[in-house]
């Protein structure tokens, strides 16, 4: 085809096209803007629902630049699909009722394998069938959805409502970029109502939160009730700068197309047509294999981008699940297996403030105690001052509590229905509470330190607590309680003072016998062979992490050089910024820290001869590494850091000039374009085997 201006066609399409503006649209104006719509719905599609994009940002913000520019100065040309004709429409008063076709049902739950396992004794039975193959899904925790398009153009939004009647959300759905207005293909159904769930990822909420605290506007409880409230905005502008997505997983009304004979099928023809599915459906042969689907989901559910409450179990074969039908309002066909819960309810005792190691001074809420997802919670952090403030938690409030995985239960939001009279607000005491020394909060800071420095007990003990610690001096048998007596006792001031224990004195203490105390003793005098990146981890400096630590030894090699480097020089190393640079060297120029330094070195801590290897013979000097997808056993800050540490760059994006790629859990397009390439792929335990044999080629 040629790029030339065809005057000839353009002569001819003034007269097939009135003209309505100064300027004329000529087809070829028409044809580039069909172009580029396409294109866009092309890039979303790679993008949203391939998780695969092929062009950069600048690329895909020039094409819509321009589609743009060309509908501004031809607005005859705009169409309500454009995608950029997915906000503007006016506010509306309340939202019209839509009545649903097939009505939304629900799903039967279950809370135990054994419910599960009965509940699949049951369809056998029906069904009169050995076993049965089921999809297993994320039961994503959002709000439900219907669209309907007809003839591959969205037509009409709804929510489920109480199933029968929902709410016409068309204006607010149609600005979620995950949702096509327009379906992709030649096959596509001529009506097709399409299930699926609106969720906010979890990165999106705190975002959202952060904005909504600084704007002294409400924030919300969880991703869940985010998703709620922005869905349900009478603005749509407002809805359009909510970070909401969708996922879709059934369909109600389909025609026009033949029929599916699997779930998994239709699933991936929804897929086809431009409808976003989750990417990790399994279909399961039996139900044991569902259960254990369900329990790796259950270690890995605090990783995943989004909450979910649960795996959904449906029948594969679609004529199975015809014949199954119906109970009530739900499907027979189906079950939501959940996780137990991550928030209760439960009343606020008291809050008291904690003094960390460096000074931090925490609230914590005191709880009368309760099961959160199977772990008894009895307190929860509070985090600062400003959040207690926007949350407005007060002694005598209930609250709800969330646990998630490892991470420190907190306080989400307070039942203010239930809030008794007389309630006070809390105020930050302006003395440390374990030594009395002011508390200051410095301008720009939330967090609030006492200024006792090591003066203050309990900023000791804390110090003490992480030297001791199994990935710094790793002191086996000094624990919590031990040094809370040494120090009352006065018996050890800081951590160099560990050292000059002597068992007898040890062997008097509480709960301390002649063994225990001749153990520690060893302990100790083990403890003092160690390795300079523990050491300086041990040292407790602020925002020095293990990475950040491992990090200085291989790239500084040498304490003294530590000591004495300046911010350039730190911040030379990889992961260390100003501001840890700022850290380490106000540790390093405090006099009381030089000194314990001084004295651990002389008690005999010691650590072999400094190795900083010169980049060439580094394993992995000048080798390009791209990390995707969760790791299991290390964040990917430390991964990053362990990387570089052996001489890689690590990069975003995989290329043919990319050494390897290490993929952890979910890991999605990265990992797809290695294999393409022809990249090396390390999976996680190969990952961590690699970095083994090069600690042993180092140690060796
Ligand atoms: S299927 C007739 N699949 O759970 C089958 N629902 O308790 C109905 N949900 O209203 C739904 N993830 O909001 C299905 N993978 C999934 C789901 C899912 C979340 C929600 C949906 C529904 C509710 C039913």
Not at 90 to 98: H, Q
Not at 124 to 134: D, F, G, N, P, S
Not at 136 to 158: F, I, M, N, T, W
Request: hydrophobic share 40%; with cysteine.
């Amino acid at each position: 085809m040629s790029c030339g201006y065809n005057w000839r066609r353009a002569a001819a399409d003034l007269v097939r096209y009135p003209v309505s503006n100064f300027m004329s649209v000529t087809q070829s104006m028409r044809n580039e803007v069909d172009a580029l719509r396409n294109q866009i719905n092309f890039h979303n599609y790679l993008y949203y629902v391939l998780d695969a994009p092929e062009v950069t940002d600048a690329e895909y913000d020039r094409l819509l630049r321009r589609l743009e520019t060309l509908e501004r100065q031809y607005p005859e040309l705009i169409t309500a699909d454009s995608p950029t004709q997915r906000v503007g429409a006016a506010p509306v008063a309340e939202f019209a009722k839509v009545k649903h076709e097939i009505p939304m049902l629900s799903l039967g739950n279950a809370f135990s394998a054994e419910e599960v396992t009965q509940f699949d004794q049951r369809l056998c039975a029906r069904l009169e069938v050995e076993c049965i193959e089921y999809t297993v899904e994320p039961k994503l925790d959002g709000l439900a959805v219907s669209l309907l398009y007809e003839h591959g153009h969205l037509q009409r939004a709804a929510t489920r409502g109480d199933g029968a009647t929902g709410e016409n959300i068309t204006q607010n759905i149609r600005t979620l970029a995950t949702v096509p207005l327009v379906l992709r293909g030649d096959d596509i159904p001529t009506r097709l109502e399409v299930r699926g769930e609106v969720i906010m990822t979890k990165s999106g909420f705190e975002r959202l939160n952060r904005e909504q605290a600084a704007r002294g506007e409400k924030t919300f409880a969880n991703p869940r009730n985010a998703a709620a409230g922005s869905l349900r905005q009478l603005d749509p502008r407002i809805t359009a700068q909510r970070p909401l997505e969708i996922y879709c997983y059934g369909v109600g009304v389909i025609e026009g197309v033949p029929p599916s004979a699997r779930h998994r099928e239709l699933l991936q023809r929804l897929q086809s047509w431009g409808l976003r599915v989750y990417a990790g459906i399994e279909v399961a042969r039996n139900i044991d294999d569902c259960l254990r689907t369900y329990a790796a989901m259950a270690q890995r559910r605090d990783q995943l981008p989004f909450d979910i409450d649960g795996m959904v179990y449906k029948v594969n074969d679609l004529r199975l699940q015809q014949e199954l039908g119906f109970v009530s309002r739900a499907p027979r066909w189906a079950i939501a297996h959940k996780f137990p819960a991550q928030e209760e309810m439960t009343q606020l005792l008291a809050i008291d403030v904690q003094v960390g190691r460096t000074g931090a001074i925490t609230p914590v809420a005191r709880l009368q105690p309760v099961s959160v997802g199977g772990v008894i919670v009895t307190n929860a952090t509070l985090h600062n001052q400003d959040e207690i403030e926007r949350k407005d938690v007060r002694v005598g409030d209930t609250v709800i509590v969330r646990r998630a995985g490892d991470v420190i239960p907190e306080v989400v939001s307070v039942v203010l229905s239930r809030r008794p009279a007389h309630t006070q607000a809390f105020v930050m005491p302006c003395k440390c509470p374990v030594c009395g020394s002011d508390v200051e909060r410095p301008d720009g800071e939330v967090v609030a330190r006492c200024t006792g420095g090591l003066y203050c007990s309990a900023q000791r003990k804390e110090a003490i607590r992480h030297f001791a610690m199994r990935t710094a001096m790793d002191i086996e048998g000094l624990g919590d309680k031990l040094i809370e007596q040494l120090v009352d006792a006065d018996m050890i001031k800081d951590v160099a003072d560990i050292y000059r224990l002597q068992a007898a004195s040890l062997a008097a203490l509480d709960r301390m016998g002649d063994k225990s105390a001749a153990n520690l003793v060893q302990a100790l005098a083990r403890s003092k062979e160690t390795t300079l990146a523990r050491f300086i981890f041990a040292l407790g400096i602020r925002d020095v992490g293990e990475a950040t630590a491992q990090s200085l030894a291989n790239h500084v090699g040498d304490l003294d050089a530590i000591m004495a480097a300046d911010g350039e020089r730190l911040q030379q190393v990889p992961d260390i910024g100003p501001v840890v640079a700022d850290s380490i060297q106000s540790f390093f120029r405090q006099s009381h820290n030089r000194e314990v330094i001084e004295r651990l070195l002389a008690a005999g801590v010691h650590w072999p001869a400094p190795m900083v290897t010169p980049a060439s013979a580094q394993p992995l000097a000048g080798k390009t590494v791209v990390l995707t997808g969760t790791l299991t056993t290390m964040t990917r800050d430390a991964a990053k850091a362990r990387l570089q540490a052996l001489g890689a760059k690590v990069s975003a994006s995989v290329s043919k000039k990319t050494h390897m790629v290490i993929a952890g859990a979910e890991a999605g397009s990265k990992l797809d374009k290695a294999q393409e390439l022809g990249v090396r792929v390390l999976d996680e335990a190969a990952f961590l085997a690699l970095l083994d044999e090069y600690a042993a080629q180092d140690a060796g």
